[in-house]
């Protein structure tokens, strides 16, 4: 499986980091060994000194497409999840100042917690609530009616370059109120009021 990741996708979020809004969706991949599952603690390597947390809205993908339509993209998944991107905010400055792709800040080991995935159908996609706490206090919380790109907009958009297959997941952006994570944190991230990944910091 191959995680395919939105940046920039909620406007505060974007103001906060003094980014630009983007025309199109900011497009950046994780690889497999980036996915944490069953709620595994997360290991903070030495390579960086502020690795924040970004909760966001997964997407998986239930069948194999390319080029889909807008109209057609919501028949290519059929749950969503929850997730933490984590994101090395230092070294990703640096390769940005340099005009280098983002990579060792956004896809090494670990970078990727996954929640189990729900059927998308008890939830209103368009109206969605989810929230991250640190240490039991509400640090993100966002709605999926503040995204500039909505979940079909960006399958029709990242499958114009990438075949989606079976069992990808789509992290869809994060809302404002991102920050730094710190040896021995307690991360949890809720879809509505339900707690469904639990991360702890060693
Ligand atoms: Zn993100």
Not at 12 to 20: C, K, P, R, T, Y
Not at 60 to 68: D, Y
Request: glycine share 6%.
């Amino acid at each position: 499986m191959k995680i395919i990741a939105i940046g920039r996708n909620y406007a505060e979020h974007i103001a906060e980091l003094n980014n630009e809004r983007p025309s199109e969706p900011v497009v950046f991949l994780k690889p497999d060994t980036a996915v944490l599952r069953n709620n595994a603690p997360f290991y903070h390597p030495d390579f960086s000194k502020d690795i924040h947390y970004e909760v966001e809205v997964l997407l998986k993908i239930s069948k194999e497409g390319k080029h889909i339509e807008k109209k057609f993209a919501h028949k290519y998944y059929d749950e969503i999840g929850i997730g933490i991107d984590f994101t090395a905010r230092d070294l990703q400055q640096r390769c940005k100042e340099k005009g280098l792709p983002w990579e060792i800040a956004k896809a090494f080991n670990g970078s990727a917690p996954i929640s189990e995935f729900k059927a998308k159908n008890a939830y209103n996609l368009n109206e969605l609530n989810f929230s991250l706490t640190q240490n039991d206090e509400l640090k993100q919380k966002g709605n999926t009616n503040m995204m500039l790109f909505s979940f079909d907009e960006i399958i029709a958009h990242i499958s114009k370059y990438f075949t989606l297959k079976k069992g990808d997941v789509i992290f869809t952006g994060t809302p404002a109120g991102v920050g730094k994570i710190n040896i021995g944190d307690k991360l949890v991230a809720y879809l509505e009021n339900e707690k469904l990944l639990e991360v702890e910091v060693k």
